[in-house]
């Protein structure tokens, strides 16, 4: 991305120098680039241009609120999967008839507060969800609008915690089973039908399995409004992958390139599309920033101790992800079979395993690629370490989004009872 870029080699993020961040903030720190999200979004925008559509933001990428306040301004709509994120992106300024609210289990306080913020529709995922919403609603004199969220049976060749549109996946229902629960809406008295919604699985490296699945839940959508649903959205999900490892993922297709490949199914819906992208819109606008604590030599292997660990950043832990590390300064020299690793207390506690690194001495900073989303909204407090600090730097200016924690914050809500 542009947006990072080198200047006398030291890495910049739109004019502003990471070492002048890591001085005055601290590390770890999470680095955005304004810029790097806004063209991801208009890069979607454009590609769906022609059609009737919305790009909602999926918020659990990355929910800090100057985020979500840039795409709500740039008029973007938001996709959320709890309470806690309809709080946060009614906050940012989203408008609440471009919020949709997904999840498979929704609770009856979550249900209360999106009816009551009058969502754009609660993507539905199960018989007894529905139930819920028609009983809720009916409690608060409300209308909900919602969605069925079919699972079109598609393998998608990710890896299996982020494959969601696969027969054994618990998200969404049966072609068959949305087939009966249409059939069950229409004897609801608070329930209104105006959506298909489809999500089959994040960092997606093909189109086969988009288009196959676009394919037949776009027949769902002309299936139900033959039978006489009012519907008026197709919601196609998220799941646009971006390459993270520069050597090996090779080139992923691009907005424009999976929308003409689908495009013939979103015509043929006759529907407003909605789409709900997280990590193609924010994966490359962030980087995390750490020092390097100490360098160890342990047999034939090399560690790296950074002073970033699995806690603010958990993808490598959790699925083996890969980032690639970057120098913020420095010769360019490299160091073989080397393991990026945090302080923290597992094995598993990893950024980087068996890589070429870069050859970085104690207190050199590095830069952790592509790491704006699911980053630290993955972040825990695991080990006692307070969550890294935020940045966002817009056109050579930057501020601090979120400060980095305190240990006071550690201990918020903890009560030593009288007892002891
Ligand atoms: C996570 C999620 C998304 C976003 O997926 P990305 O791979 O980040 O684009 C979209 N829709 C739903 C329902 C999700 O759960």
């Not at 890969?322 to 597992?346: F, I, Q, R, Y």
């Not at 900073?365 to 909204?377: E, H, N, P, T």
Request: glycine letters at 10%.
């Amino acid at each position: 991305m542009d947006e990072f870029h080198r200047e006398g080699g030291v890495l910049h993020c739109e004019g502003a120098p990471l070492p002048d961040i890591a001085a005055s903030v601290g590390t770890p720190t999470y680095v955005y680039s304004y810029a790097a999200i806004e063209n991801a979004y208009l890069e979607l925008v454009d590609a769906f241009a022609g059609l009737d559509f919305m790009v909602c933001f999926a918020v659990k990428a990355n929910s800090n609120l100057a985020v979500l306040r840039s795409l709500a301004s740039m008029g973007a709509g938001a996709d959320i999967v709890s309470g806690g994120e309809l709080y946060r992106a009614v906050r940012a300024g989203f408008d609440p008839k471009k919020i949709v609210f997904a999840g498979v289990g929704k609770t009856e306080a979550e249900i209360v507060s999106g009816l009551g913020e009058r969502i754009l529709l609660f993507n539905v995922e199960s018989a007894s969800e529905l139930e819920n919403i028609e009983r809720l609603a009916n409690i608060h004199g409300k209308k909900a609008r919602v969605a069925l969220r079919v699972n079109p049976g598609v393998e998608t060749g990710t890896h299996e915690h982020i494959s969601t549109g696969h027969a054994e996946s618990k998200f969404g229902v049966t072609v068959e089973e949305a087939r009966g629960l249409a059939r069950r809406i229409k004897g609801f008295k608070c329930v209104e039908l105006i959506g298909v919604h489809q999500h089959i699985g994040s960092q997606i490296s093909k189109l086969e399995p988009h288009v196959e699945a676009i394919s037949r839940s776009s027949a769902l959508v002309s299936e139900l409004k033959e039978r006489g649903h009012d519907i008026r959205f197709f919601n196609i999900g998220g799941g646009l992958g971006v390459p993270y490892d520069y050597e090996n993922d090779g080139e992923l297709p691009t907005p424009a390139q999976f929308v003409d490949a689908v495009r013939p199914s979103l015509e043929a819906s006759g529907v407003k599309i909605l789409c709900e992208m997280g990590r193609y819109i924010a994966a490359r606008a962030g980087l995390l920033l750490t020092r390097v604590v100490y360098r160890k030599e342990s047999g034939v292997k090399s560690y790296i101790v950074s002073d970033a660990a699995m806690n603010d950043l958990l993808r490598p832990s959790l699925y083996g992800a890969h980032h690639e590390v970057a120098a913020v300064a420095g010769t360019g020299g490299k160091v073989s079979d080397a393991d990026l690793v945090g302080p923290v207390c597992e094995s598993g506690d990893f950024i980087a395993k068996g890589r070429d690194l870069p050859d970085s001495a104690e207190s050199d900073l590095l830069a952790v690629l592509d790491a704006g989303a699911y980053g630290f909204s993955m972040a825990s407090n695991y080990n006692s370490r307070p969550r890294p600090a935020e940045v966002m730097v817009r056109n050579g200016n930057w501020a601090v989004v979120r400060e980095r924690e305190h240990y006071s914050d550690l201990v918020k809500g903890e009560v030593v009872p009288a007892f002891l």
